[in-house]
T-cell receptor, first 107, second 114 residues
Framework: TQLLEQSPQFLSIQEGENLTVYCNSSSVFSSLQWYRQEPGEGPVLLVTVVTGGEVKKLKRLTFQFGDARKDSSLHITAAQPGDTGLYLCAGAQKLVFGQGTRLTINP | DVKVTQSSRYLVKRTGEKVFLECVQDMDHENMFWYRQDPGLGLRLIYFSYDVKMKEKGDIPEGYSVSREKKERFSLILESASTNQTSMYLC?????????????FGPGTRLTVL
């Protein structure tokens, strides 16, 4: 069974700080997606990474896929209150979701 | 703008009732999914469908069934609701052509079974 472990499960930091959240597995994935979910809403796709070592940037968010395609990280620079939410990673072939990192950015 | 809609945002039902959750997508997507989301457990796949009238069991299909009579509509049915089915239910859809794993989600239905 493919499993994705996200860490930390909870993170609360001050506005302006940097942070990194992780998504790890012992399985190899053909691609990995990151989603953000706000309270009362469904997850929204942020990015897909496909190639080992790939780095993608979305404004202040930087996503990296591990060389072996077993893990990924999300780095946020100068976090803002609007970044608050539940961040989920999901890996394919058989789509599996991590349990999420609940991020709170305090003004 | 792509859109996945779910019939109810909040639903309260009694144990033993038959419950229908409806999902409609306007993106002409082939694939549709039903998940439940519980704290600390992430999203767990109940059923998915890759074509009209086709369905596949996910990781936790027990107690649920699905129906896909039209491409845009995917229904989740709780045959006899139980309290352990209290959860957030999320519907999603995705296309093909190499992007099958990029899912678009509806807003969710928070179901409470009393």
């Amino acid at each position: 069974t493919q499993l994705l472990e996200q860490s930390p499960q909870f993170l609360s930091i001050q506005e302006g700080e940097n942070l990194t959240v992780y998504c790890n597995s012992s399985s190899v994935f053909s691609s990995l997606q990151w989603y953000r979910q706000e309270p009362g809403e469904g997850p929204v796709l942020l990015v897909t990474v496909v190639t080992g070592g790939e780095v993608k940037k979305l404004k202040r968010l930087t996503f990296q896929f591990g060389d072996a395609r077993k893990d990924s990280s999300l780095h946020i620079t100068a976090a803002q209150p609007g970044d608050t939410g539940l961040y989920l990673c999901a890996g394919a072939q058989k789509l599996v979701f991590g349990q999420g990192t609940r991020l709170t950015i305090n003004p | 703008d792509v859109k996945v809609t779910q019939s109810s945002r909040y639903l309260v039902k009694r144990t033993g009732e038959k419950v229908f959750l409806e999902c409609v997508q306007d993106m002409d997507h082939e694939n549709m999914f039903w998940y439940r989301q519980d704290p600390g457990l992430g999203l767990r796949l109940i059923y998915f469908s890759y074509d009209v009238k086709m369905k596949e069991k996910g990781d936790i299909p027990e107690g649920y069934s699905v129906s896909r009579e039209k491409k845009e509509r995917f229904s989740l049915i709780l045959e006899s609701a139980s309290t352990n089915q209290t959860s957030m239910y999320l519907c999603a859809s995705s296309g093909t052509s190499g992007r099958v794993h990029e899912q678009f989600f509806g807003p969710g239905t928070r179901l409470t079974v009393l």
